[in-house]
């Protein structure tokens, strides 16, 4: 409880850290090795799709909509995620840091997942919801929309966006229905 604590409250002022990697946090806290990975099992248990992802989703297959997912997660635990959310038939490419060996803002991970969809940048649009998924996509020549789900630090991001780097143009959309008026 104290670790999740500690992460929520950097959470709040910088977005989203070590998820990417929980193999190196749990080993800079002394936790036992495996340990990253029980977390995410116990945290599955609280995870759930925000309202209206299934039926967008639908859409944009209906619409032959290519999509992919662009994580900094680890492969076994964005798979784990995305397993138990039931949505892996929905998306043609999932990336990972495992697959690339890099992270957001590095705009690698987008240009792979591209690149395996067979799309160039202008093509595409990519929907983010921290700075580093902005900084990424505006590096790969991919049009940044950024999600803003009031879910811990995301809406402070939002609110801060000017302020820390993200340019004023970026859009902001506060439901995932709202992708659709992009595609």
């Known amino acids: 409880k104290e670790i999740w604590q500690k992460v929520r409250e950097y959470r709040k002022y910088e977005g989203t850290p070590l998820w990417y990697d929980w193999r190196y946090f749990t080993k800079f806290i002394g936790a036992p090795e495996d340990s990253w990975r029980q977390v995410h099992l116990e945290n599955l248990k609280h995870l759930k799709l925000l309202p209206g992802v299934i039926e967008t989703l639908e859409k ?19 798979l784990l995620k995305i397993k138990h959310l039931k949505i ?11 697959d690339v ?31 580093n998924d902005v900084l990424a996509a505006l590096a790969a020549g991919v049009k940044p929309i950024l999600y803003n789900t009031n879910i811990d630090g995301h809406a402070i991001i939002t609110r ?7 340019p004023s143009n ?3 959309i506060s439901s995932i229905e709202q992708i659709l008026e992009y595609v």
Do not use: C, H, W
């Open 88 to 98: 892996k038939k929905f998306f043609e490419v999932i990336v990972t840091q495992d």
């Open 170 to 172: 970026v859009p902001t």
């Open 160 to 166: 801060r966006k000017q302020t820390i780097g993200a």
């Open 60 to 78: 944009l297959k209906s619409m032959s909509v290519s999509l992919g997912i662009v994580t900094d997660a680890i492969r076994d635990v964005a």
């Open 101 to 131: 060996g890099t992270v957001k803002p590095d705009p690698y991970p987008i240009l792979y997942a591209l690149k395996l969809l067979d799309m160039s940048p202008n093509e595409a649009i990519y929907v983010g919801n921290t700075l």
